[in-house]
């Protein structure tokens, strides 16, 4: 049986993709993003260790990230990974669905779509960085990387600043075109140019690439930059320079996934840096950490997706759609 219900009923909650679309916009994701970033430095919330795995079949990589929020009672996980042929197939290459269970009794209470809200909350995250991090008056914008979450990051990152320019490098130019489309949108110019070029003239870089070598040089990096990386997410996958990482001052969402799986994990491999160097973007949000110190200062937020974020959005979806009437309820 199908039909509408609340939230705190018995049952089952769906949530479907076209309903996340519905109800969670930029500005929910980034609040949602934000404040759970804030639980995890105070402690209120806390992420389980992430399952990622290659299965050894249509190049996946298939896992799940969970955890809980005590203060927001959001218990739960996404289960999905990366699936490189799936764009081949008009699919998204990420798949993920997001299970959220009833803290009180262990109960599957509801079951969202989590294509749209990685997407969106993977892009509030570097956004959180942007409004936190990078200098008020950035005026260039730079992209590095053209997929599927790309179009998501830029609309997120221009609202957060004045830009007056995006620049843009991808491994496949003319992939850029779905990045342009949006600049021209919004009337700001768009430019494609090399890697280095990029390094010299943005104020802001986003790397959102699927990249296993660095990308941008420390030395091509100009001074005053703040650069998301936002495609590290697991062991092996590299985007920007390992000495870049030990030069600028680092912020994450999560110091264990940064260090394992994120893009700081080389630095700490080799030994050029401690975990120690790395401060989590939930101390400057709640004052615990004055974030950038100077205008000459690079600052790296290493952003590696924690399964907070997506129960952060997944809750919010799975309430706002029971409020808008877009969600379905059925019995196990
Ligand atoms: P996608 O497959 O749609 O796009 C991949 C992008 O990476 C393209 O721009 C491609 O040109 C580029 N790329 C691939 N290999 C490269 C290489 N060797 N050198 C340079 N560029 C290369 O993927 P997507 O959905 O846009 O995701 C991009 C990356 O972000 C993935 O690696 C994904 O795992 C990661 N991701 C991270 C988070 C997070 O929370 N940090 C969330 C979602 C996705």
Known sequence: MIEENNINNEGLLIVSEDACKAVIDRD????????????MSRGDAYNFPVIREAIGYADALYGFKSGFDRAGKSLGLKSGGYWPGNAAKGLTNHQSTIFLFNPDNGKLRALVGGNYLTAVRTAAASAVSIAHLARKDSKVLGMVGAGHQSTFQLRAALEQRNFEKVIAWNKDADRLSILQEIAEELGIPFESVEREQLCAE??????ITSAFEPLLMKEWIKPGTHIACMGTDTVGKQ????????????????????????????????????????????????????GRSSDDEITLFDGTGVGLQDLAVASAAARLAVEKGQAQHISL
């Not at 943005?202 to 790397?207: G, K, L, N, S, Y």
């Not at 700081?264 to 030994?271: D, V």
Request: proline fraction near 1%; glycine fraction near 6%; charge should be negative.
């Open 28 to 39: 929910s994701a980034f609040t949602a993003v934000k404040n759970v970033f804030a639980s």
């Open 202 to 207: 943005a104020d802001v870089i986003i790397t």
């Open 239 to 290: 985007e920007v320079d390992a000495a870049l990482i030990v030069s600028a001052t680092v912020f994450t969402d999560e110091i264990a996934q940064s260090i394992s799986i994120g893009e700081a994990q080389h630095a700490i491999k080799s030994g050029a840096i401690t975990a120690d160097a790395i401060t989590t973007l939930g101390d400057v949000i709640n004052g615990e950490h004055p």
